[in-house]
């Protein structure tokens, strides 16, 4: 692969890129809700994402990707996290990535631009995924919480605690 100069300069750079995107993340309007998580934990996933990227790149399978993004996607379910805004964050996290690229590794042959073309549509792949499988696990998250409250007032129903009327799922 031509680009596995650049993946080695995004995983040497991991932990700067990973302070920076944090800051983004937490400073921008769009991403308001990832203020009620601690900075290094998100610092520390983004970090290892980028340490890694070789691996997610060429050696993660379809189903590694699934994973840890579905993962992902109900985790930031659970912390209240709006899905536009867990959207957005892994939008940013790709952007901020490409701005590092086009800032340390500019291209000066034909060579490198190729290099970083194919790079570029490896990163896309990658960060679709991503993306689609964080909101798979968001909804996921989410039905199983609807189903998790319809089940709490049906048992409060039985057990005497609501009145039917009031226990019936909305």
Known sequence: ??????????????EALSRGLTEVICT?????????IPGDYLR?????????LGEWLLQKTEDDIAQRFRSLGARRAS???????????????????????????????????HAELE?????????????Y??????????RSTA????RAKAWAVSVGLMPPSEGRAS
Do not use: C
Request: aromatic residues 12%; negative net charge; charged residues 25%.
């Open 1 to 14: 692969m031509l680009g596995t100069k650049l993946v080695r300069l995004i995983e040497r750079h991991s």
């Open 28 to 36: 921008s309007d769009r991403t308001s809700d990832f203020r009620k």
């Open 44 to 52: 520390l996933a983004a970090a290892d994402v980028y340490h890694q």
């Open 79 to 113: 912390q209240q996290i709006r899905l536009p805004q867990l959207v957005w964050a892994l939008t940013l996290s790709r952007d901020y990535l490409w701005r590092f690229l086009h800032r340390e590794a500019l291209a000066d042959s034909i060579v490198q631009l």
């Open 119 to 131: 790079l570029q549509d490896l990163l896309n792949h990658f960060f679709d995924r991503a993306i």
């Open 133 to 142: 499988y964080a909101i798979v696990g968001y909804e996921e998250r989410q």
């Open 147 to 150: 189903d998790d409250w319809t």
